[in-house]
């Protein structure tokens, strides 16, 4: 699961760093190119957030349906103890 994480973002990067490098090569003027840059770092920023925070989401979700069946488990465990 990290490998996968590892590729989005090596994506991620090439994506931004292939999009500078458009924006710099694209004729315009030294103002409009650094507006472009920073509204492109803006939105990457944004879409960084809404990942981690959407990961951090499915985490939570994974972590509680993991203790979730932990217990049963457990309860399942101290019942056979019983018998």
Known sequence: ????GGEVWAFF????????A??????ARGSETRAKIRQAAE???S????????GRAEADRLIS????KLE???QKCEGKAVE
């Open 65 to 68: 349906k993991g203790r979730e």
């Open 72 to 74: 049963t488990f457990a």
């Open 1 to 4: 699961m990290s490998d996968r």
């Open 43 to 45: 939105e990457a920023y």
């Open 22 to 27: 458009a924006i710099l090569f694209a004729p």
């Open 47 to 54: 879409k960084g957030e809404q990942l981690v925070e959407s």
């Open 13 to 20: 990067a090439g994506a931004f760093v292939g999009a500078v």
